[in-house]
């Protein structure tokens, strides 16, 4: 990764990622009213929102709230610029994770009661998605022997060929990144099933607007997450990625409409349990392909 | 138009009545009517909601919660008194413990009548509120937007019923009642 390939990226994901995640947003709204027997929103509502929650009187409980927030957001694009300008993954996955602290910080803040339930399900959201995301840098590692994402176009195979169950471990936890029942804890987008409103309970008009694109640029970059498992060395591999990580994110829906908010002993105790088994099994996997024992 | 008419988020509550018209507003929220088409959203907090939807008439005990609520929800922001009993008190309003509709805690924006209230006139009521929201947006965009003044704290022994206020008909009933004991002992 040079300076001039960072500053591209920088500069496509700050203008192209929230148009993406505007997009997928409203695809997800209308694809999830047709499922419920709905017509649905117009595909810009997303977008409307966000206009009308700029155009919101400005009130908060701590005034440094809106900062917090602001350094998630950037955190957010910083890591999504290093992961599509090929950079090293254990980077964008910290600076994700700064993203996330930030925004737990954000809602403490306030000290309000409901605010304070809604962040501490968010700890406990990043403590069960959290190793497995780091293990998905160690087994890239060991497969390009290299933290870049870069490394992926000089592979004569997809990530997905070696390391299947990683795959698959990573499609667990990505319904906590996507923020989809059943595993919504912190906040879900439907109302019926939420106390107040989790985590984003103190944070109103442009506080939310901000926590709102912040959650679109995360969608494209976990969406990437998924993309990579798909590139190899032909550049139309590319097109593979897209259309997978698009498969991905209906499926994700689906799951979405499937199954209502579970406890949070449930997803943590599975998320580790799936995580380190997909992890020990790939291990033995690779041993076995590269034919000796570790 | 602008983006808060397409973007109205509800907060809805129940004061005290049958519940008829509380139930006719989550009817209006299912995909039967669905109002998402107009980019209405149900929210349980106050700090995220446009559009305050309140059902039943008001008795002293829920005058504070639904100032707090109201305070809570930022500018631009309206309210939708639903049914009959929100709006005058319905067959309520001359009940002993009941203060009228929804105006005598918080000033409503829209008046929509019905017993109970239809899931069409809350949707009528809803689209013809966003007018005012947007009126409201275009001057808080301006820096013109006067708070709404809140009535005058209601007390429920101030109303007056059939002429006279519940104090006065109280006061009057205690010294008859006075009056009729001393008469039987002597």
Redesign the interface.
Known sequence: MTPLSFGVALVAFVILGPLLGCFLTGADRIITARMQGRVGPPFLQPYYDVRKLLAKERRSLNSFQGYYLILALIMTILSGAFFFAGGNILLVVFLISLSSLFFIIAAYSTRSPYAEVGAGREIIQVLAYEPMIILLGVFFFLITDSFDTSAVASLELPLVVALPLVFAGLLFILTIKLRKSPFDLSFSHHAHQELVKGITTEMSGRSLAVVEITHWYENVLFLGYVGLFFVWAPPSTLILAVVVALAVYFLEIVIDNSFARVKWQFMLSWSWIVSLLCSALSLVLLAVLNGFVV | M???V??PWVLHYDASSCNGCDIEVLAALT?LY?V????I?????P??A?LFLITGSVNERQVPIIRQLYEQM???KIVIACGICACTGGVFKECYNTLGGVDVAIPVDVYAPGCAIRPETIIDAVVEGLGILEEK?RL??AGSLEPAELPKQPSAADKPVRGETVAAAWQKAIANALQTAGQEEQ
């Open positions: 602008s983006e808060s397409k973007s995909p669905d998402e088409r107009f980019g959203i149900n929210t349980g907090n700090k995220h446009d930022l500018e631009p947006r808080l965009a």
